[in-house]
């Protein structure tokens, strides 16, 4: 696999921000650009100047003449990218399969980004109108979870203390500092109660990895290859008001069923997961649907520091979206990135390695306000 | 670090979109006439709001429209104070969902009162809004 250093890249265009990704990810599979059948991009693209991405990534990294997609499944683009390569290897039609995501966020102002995303809940009824925003999406989350549940604002707060945390051990992380719980709740609001360090980062970022067949991984010679043993895929309603509760999101626990009965595994078989942190609330009820705690006690995890390495079940240990970053549709293969590692215990510094029992790890990628469920899990 | 050079770029791009609205048209007037309506699957029964030309619960293209009483209570809410570039002139504003006394859910601003005084379960209503400019809308008030 290949990942980039995420943050403000103003330093390369898009497919210079790719190569990074890309050619470390062949070279360390031991392949060529000219051996890869099928490149699955996951970008959302609407920031930066290219609208035909994968065309001019592949260009660029000597990838012409392979099949090739861009995915789009909003903050879940990447996990797209990675089921459509999957199918594809999965399917026999392709021996290998290259999953990128590349994304360039920061190619125009703040407030031209806010009416993007804004605008990517169901437009027509939930932006025209009334201007919301993705914070505001997930902030009516947190206010009927604190309703119901009494999570405080210091709960959310703790999230991204354990975040920035982990953020400040990754080099490639966006955010290399910790915070302190004063700084985060003294932060200022975004769209109440969410505030600034409820919510992840403006970033661009590349990263890729390689799919392919057992038999080819044996041609390959692949010493420790890492097995996607499951993606589950679910959805939801365009509009939130359609949705029966505010408190968790049904495509993540239908996505997260589907791949546990696909794997043959429950949540407490997982050693280590990566969850769709893109605002603090997001990782708390992340932690209920995906079944790691029953609904309601998501808070209490972070409190007790379930969810560090040493932990019960350690999650979000590269930083996560919160400090990691959020480049759209990279994060998906992050993801996958990220708990490729995990899986073959390379994780440096060592105090951010999650220790394995099962060589289980699992990704939740979450796109739009739970509009796209995408739950993958690995192997080692 | 060096400043990272940029190209000025010499193309730019404002784009709005024409939005249809021939098959909900009676929402729309409704609007201007202080009426908020739904419809209702003459097939299945089916309420929905926002309101449909067509069923995706059953398929049926026959619907009928409801005009709804408006009152309901606040199931959940916000305040935006960082917003998108096309709503920066507004002063912050407080969008809530809410619970229609019909059974449907409505997303829209919740407008004459402070967020510090807003609550969840709080009785709402929700009324059609026509601007100077002729433009239409919806929105909560309290009860």
Same mark, same amino acid.
């Given at each position: 696999?290949?990942?980039?250093?995420?943050?403000?890249?103003?330093?390369?265009?898009?497919?210079?921000?790719?190569?990074?990704?890309?050619?470390?990810?062949?070279?360390?599979?031991?392949?060529?650009?000219?051996?890869?059948?099928?490149?699955?991009?996951?970008?959302?693209?609407?920031?930066?100047?290219?609208?035909?991405?994968?065309?001019?990534?592949?260009?660029?990294?000597?990838?012409?003449?392979?099949?090739?997609?861009?995915?789009?499944?909003?903050?879940?683009?990447?996990?797209? $990218?990675?089921?459509?390569?999957?199918?594809?290897?999965?399917?026999?039609?392709?021996?290998?399969?290259?999953?990128?995501?590349?994304? *360039?966020?920061?190619? =125009?102002?703040?407030?031209? =980004?806010?009416?993007?995303?804004?605008?990517?809940?169901?437009?027509?009824?939930? /932006?025209?109108?009334?201007?919301?925003?993705?914070?505001?999406?997930?902030? @009516?989350?947190?206010?009927?979870?604190?309703?119901?549940?009494?999570?405080?604002?210091?709960?959310?707060?703790?999230?991204?203390?354990?975040?920035?945390?982990?953020?400040?051990?990754?080099?490639?992380?966006?955010?290399?500092?910790?915070?302190?719980?004063?700084?985060?709740?003294?932060?200022?609001?975004?769209?109440?109660?969410?505030?600034?360090?409820?919510?992840?980062?403006?970033?661009?970022?590349?990263?890729?990895?390689?799919? $392919?067949?057992?038999?080819?991984?044996?041609?390959? &010679?692949?010493?420790?290859?890492?097995?996607?043993?499951?993606?589950?895929?679910?959805?939801?309603?365009? %509009?939130?008001?359609?949705?029966?509760?505010? @408190? &968790?999101?049904?495509?993540?626990?239908?996505?997260?069923?589907?791949?546990?009965?696909?794997?043959?595994?429950?949540?407490?078989?997982?050693?280590?997961?990566?969850?769709?942190?893109? /605002? !603090?609330?997001?990782?708390?009820?992340?932690?209920?649907?995906?079944? /790691?705690?029953?609904?309601?006690?998501?808070?209490?995890? @972070?409190?007790?520091?379930?969810?560090?390495?040493?932990?019960?079940?350690?999650? %979000?240990?590269?930083?996560?979206?919160?400090?990691?970053?959020?480049?759209?549709?990279?994060?998906?293969?992050?993801?996958?990135?990220?708990? !490729?590692?995990?899986?073959?215990?390379?994780?440096?510094?060592? *105090?951010?390695?999650?220790?394995?029992?099962?060589?289980?790890?699992?990704?939740?990628?979450?796109? &739009?306000?739970?509009?796209?469920?995408?739950?993958? =899990?690995?192997?080692? | 670090?060096?400043?990272?050079?940029?190209?000025?770029?010499?193309?730019?791009?404002?784009?709005?979109?024409?939005?249809?609205?021939?098959?909900?048209?009676?929402?729309?007037?409704?609007?201007?006439?202080?009426?908020?309506?739904?419809?209702?699957?003459?097939? +299945?029964?089916?309420?929905?709001?926002?309101?449909?030309?067509? +069923?995706?619960?059953?398929?049926?293209?026959?619907?009928?429209?409801?005009?709804?009483?408006?009152?309901?209570?606040?199931?959940?809410?916000?305040?935006?104070?960082?917003?998108?570039?096309?709503?920066?002139?507004?002063?912050?504003?407080?969008?809530?969902?809410?619970?229609?006394?019909?059974?449907?859910?409505?997303?829209?601003?919740?407008?004459?009162?402070?967020?510090?005084?807003?609550?969840?379960?709080?009785?709402?209503?929700?009324?059609?809004?026509?601007? +100077?400019?002729?433009?239409?809308?919806?929105?909560?008030?309290?009860?």
């Amino acid at each position: 696999m290949g990942h980039s250093r995420f943050g403000d890249r103003s330093d390369v265009n898009l497919s210079e921000l790719a190569f990074e990704a890309i050619q470390p990810c062949l070279e360390t599979s031991g392949l060529t650009a000219k051996e890869i059948p099928y490149m699955a991009l996951g970008s959302m693209g609407v920031w930066s100047e290219e609208p035909l991405p994968a065309v001019v990534i592949a260009e660029y990294c000597g990838l012409t003449g392979a099949g090739l997609v861009r995915c789009e499944a909003a903050c879940a683009s990447g996990s797209a $990218a990675a089921f459509n390569a999957y199918s594809a290897v999965r399917s026999g039609q392709m021996d290998t399969a290259l999953v990128v995501g590349a994304e *360039k966020m920061r190619q =125009i102002d703040t407030p031209t =980004i806010m009416e993007m995303i804004g605008r990517a809940g169901y437009y027509m009824w939930e /932006f025209e109108n009334f201007g919301m925003t993705f914070p505001a999406y997930y902030a @009516v989350h947190a206010v009927q979870h604190m309703e119901k549940y009494g999570t405080t604002e210091e709960d959310l707060a703790l999230v991204a203390i354990k975040n920035h945390r982990y953020g400040a051990m990754n080099p490639l992380a966006h955010l290399q500092h910790e915070i302190t719980l004063e700084k985060a709740l003294g932060s200022s609001v975004i769209a109440w109660p969410l505030k600034l360090y409820d919510c992840c980062p403006i970033t661009d970022g590349a990263a890729a990895v390689v799919l $392919a067949s057992e038999t080819k991984v044996k041609n390959l &010679g692949v010493k420790d290859p890492v097995w996607i043993e499951a993606i589950g895929v679910a959805s939801d309603t365009a %509009n939130l008001s359609k949705r029966e509760t505010y @408190v &968790g999101l049904d495509a993540s626990v239908k996505a997260a069923r589907m791949a546990y009965k696909m794997a043959g595994i429950s949540p407490k078989d997982v050693d280590v997961a990566n969850v769709h942190d893109c /605002f !603090t609330i997001a990782e708390i009820m992340a932690y209920e649907d995906l079944g /790691f705690c029953k609904k309601g006690e998501g808070a209490r995890m @972070v409190r007790e520091g379930e969810t560090e390495v040493g932990g019960r079940i350690p999650v %979000n240990v590269d930083g996560g979206l919160k400090a990691k970053g959020h480049p759209i549709g990279t994060t998906g293969v992050s993801m996958l990135a990220e708990l !490729t590692k995990q899986l073959r215990e390379e994780v440096k510094p060592k *105090k951010r390695q999650a220790p394995m029992k099962n060589y289980v790890a699992l990704a939740h990628n979450t796109g &739009g306000t739970g509009h796209y469920g995408y739950v993958t =899990i690995l192997r080692r | 670090m060096d400043k990272p050079l940029m190209l000025n770029s010499a193309r730019t791009l404002r784009i709005t979109y024409n939005l249809p609205i021939s098959r909900t048209s009676k929402f729309w007037k409704g609007l201007e006439e202080g009426k908020v309506y739904a419809t209702k699957c003459q097939k +299945c029964e089916m309420l929905h709001f926002p309101p449909v030309a067509d +069923c995706g619960e059953c398929g049926s293209s026959e619907v009928d429209w409801i005009e709804l009483d408006g009152e309901g209570e606040v199931v959940t809410f916000t305040e935006v104070f960082v917003k998108p570039a096309s709503f920066s002139q507004e002063p912050p504003y407080i969008v809530a969902i809410a619970r229609l006394k019909e059974g449907v859910k409505a997303l829209a601003w919740l407008t004459g009162i402070e967020r510090e005084n807003v609550k969840v379960g709080m009785r709402v209503k929700l009324v059609a809004k026509v601007f +100077c400019d002729k433009r239409v809308a919806y929105e909560f008030t309290p009860l």
